[in-house]
């Protein structure tokens, strides 16, 4: 021991245009799709698709076949696959050959990697039910493990996630709920014995994620064979080290002239050649290893910021006003019977748009304007309100 689980989040939002109040009434358009404004999401598509998710994809795919006893997971949102599939199908074509070596664990998630858990439990299963639906069909696999937004997690998101009928679920290992335990064991939720949680390592995580490229990082550089030493290094200490980071790691967030995908070629190998390592997929990891305890947490948490609460979506005014809105429309959303307008008000609860709205800076400031195609927070929020505007008009339309 101990063993490796590798999970990649795999997201991108229709993203909300420029949307003017001049619009409203007019243009039931609101997503970014093709226009020419900056960062539209076709344009940010063929982009990560290019710089990461192919090469990422076609690399790894080499790795399973050649290392019998590397694995690796992913969650991949239900909107991002819906683009791909109608843009870029062979993105999703990449995946489905991951698929097929039969190595490859696909998790559950809401389909439109929203805040709902938060907001209305009944959306939030129908999201899940929607998001496992779409990795049948694409995948043939049924998510027995279950990864929230953002890795957003508390208590009573174990008890709903353990009724639905899930055996795991990730999220953030975060020190201030932790204290003198170790993220590298599996636990239990508190007053749960069925389902187990996997905890991210982020110092490992963010070793590769955040620090890889940095020259002012005192272990600069990261090679493999150092990196699989931290690794080998907690045996005795731990049992699982989970290795949680998003997809853009490789090719975006780390360009490939950092060495990155050097790095991730020649991981693998270095991490077997200690016998005690191994690599499992969250499934595996589940039910190889007992829980070593139980967790309370009953406030949020998640892998966002330095903080790893919900501060990046739910900490000004207009974040909490533009989600109280968009939430008190479900009743009479749902009663219209109209997908079109059930599928643009479910888009609209996509967690970025939310993100884009923060406030926060210094450090985490500049991770927010990450793909961000607004010039401010406010300028988010009014295009959010203008199209929440718009779609209020045409249920009115629809109930009068």
């Known amino acids: 021991m101990p063993?490796?689980?590798f999970y990649f989040q795999v997201h991108q939002p229709f993203r909300v245009k420029k949307y003017r109040i001049f619009d409203i009434g007019l243009d039931h358009n609101y997503f970014n799709q093709l226009g020419e404004n900056n960062l539209n999401n076709l344009?940010?598509?063929?982009?990560?698709a290019t710089k990461s998710y192919l090469p990422t994809n076609h690399l790894l795919l080499e790795l399973l076949k050649k290392y019998?006893?590397?694995?690796?997971?992913?969650?991949?949102?239900?909107?991002?696959?819906?683009?791909?599939?109608?843009?870029?199908?062979?993105?999703?074509?990449?995946?489905?050959?991951?698929?097929?070596t039969k190595k490859v664990e696909f998790?559950?998630?809401?389909?439109?990697?929203?805040?709902?858990?938060?907001?209305?439990?009944?959306?939030?299963?129908?999201q899940v039910e929607l998001h496992q639906k779409q990795i049948k069909k694409i995948f043939n696999q049924r998510p027995k493990v279950f990864r929230n937004t953002e890795l957003i997690y508390n208590n009573d998101l174990a008890k709903l996630i353990e009724s639905l009928g899930y055996i795991g679920i990730l999220t953030e290992g975060v020190d201030r709920i932790l204290g003198w335990q170790s993220p590298n064991f599996l636990y239990h939720p508190k007053n749960l014995k069925k389902i187990k949680l996997l905890l991210k390592n982020y110092k490992l995580s963010d070793d590769i994620a955040f620090r890889f490229s940095s020259k002012d990082w005192m272990e600069y550089p990261?090679?493999?064979?150092?990196?699989?030493?931290?690794?080998?290094?907690?045996?005795?200490?731990?049992e699982i080290v989970n290795l949680f980071m998003d997809y853009e790691t490789f090719g975006e967030h780390q360009w490939v002239d950092t060495g990155i995908f050097e790095f991730l070629k020649a991981l693998p190998g270095e991490i077997l050649k200690n016998p005690d390592n191994n690599f499992v997929t969250p499934t595996q990891a589940l039910k190889k290893y007992p829980a070593r305890g139980e967790l309370d947490i009953p406030e949020f948490i998640s892998w966002a910021d330095i903080e790893r609460d919900l501060s990046a979506w739910v900490s000004n005014s207009m974040q909490e006003d533009g989600l109280k809105k968009l939430y008190e429309l479900e009743g009479k959303i749902k009663q219209t019977k109209d997908q079109n307008l059930l599928d643009d008000w479910r888009k609209l609860q996509t967690s970025d748009h939310f993100y884009y709205m923060c406030t926060k800076w210094f450090n985490d400031g500049d991770v927010h304007k990450y793909f961000n195609p607004y010039e401010s927070p406010y300028d988010a929020f009014i295009c959010f309100m203008n199209v929440l505007n718009d779609l209020k008009l045409r249920l009115e339309e629809k109930h009068a």
């Open 68 to 100: 019998p006893d590397f694995k690796i997971s992913f969650s991949i949102s239900g909107v991002l696959l819906e683009q791909f599939s109608k843009f870029l199908p062979e993105v999703v074509e990449s995946f489905q050959a991951l698929a097929a």
């Open 3 to 5: 063993s490796i689980c």
């Open 222 to 238: 990261l090679t493999a064979p150092k990196y699989a030493s931290w690794i080998s290094s907690i045996n005795g200490s731990g």
């Open 107 to 126: 998790l559950a998630e809401t389909y439109y990697h929203s805040l709902s858990f938060l907001y209305s439990q009944a959306e939030f299963i129908s």
């Open 43 to 48: 344009q940010v598509l063929k982009k990560v």
